[in-house]
């Protein structure tokens, strides 16, 4: 049974920074790519950005480049999304998701597996 559960998330003040992780469990993450979604109150989910299986490739939402990074340790079976000078508009719900496949994608339908999310505030 995969199991992806994040951490790390909670309230910031705007220009603030959070560090969000992503254990997976019941998967073979070494070789799953992995990506962060978000979903603001009223809106369509969101592709944050993707890692491929051994961090050679990254992808990120426009909005947030050079503001966000993400990262993996393969041996901890972690994906982390490190996200600095956050906005109001970066408040959401944020959730990881695991492919069968270790290449990136932006598409949420390619994503076989997801966490139940962790709520990010960002307060002006």
């Known amino acids: 049974q995969v199991q992806l559960v994040e951490s790390g998330g909670g309230l910031v003040q705007a220009g603030g920074s959070l560090g969000l992780s992503c254990a997976a469990s019941?998967?073979?993450?070494?070789?799953?790519?992995m990506g962060w979604f978000r979903q603001a109150s009223g809106k369509e989910r969101e592709f944050v950005g993707a890692?491929?299986?051994?961090?050679?490739?990254?992808q990120y939402l426009d909005s947030v480049k050079g503001r966000f990074t993400i990262s993996r340790d393969n041996a901890k079976n972690t994906v982390y999304l490190q996200m600095n000078s956050l906005k109001p508009e970066d408040t959401a719900v944020y959730s990881c998701?695991?492919?069968?496949?270790?290449?990136?994608?932006?598409?949420?339908?390619?994503?076989?597996?997801w966490g139940q999310g962790t709520q990010v505030t960002v307060s002006s």
């Open positions: 019941g998967l073979t993450f070494s070789t799953s790519a």
């Open positions: 890692i491929s299986w051994n961090g050679g490739t990254t």
């Open positions: 998701a695991a492919q069968n496949s270790p290449f990136t994608t932006r598409d949420p339908k390619y994503y076989d597996y």
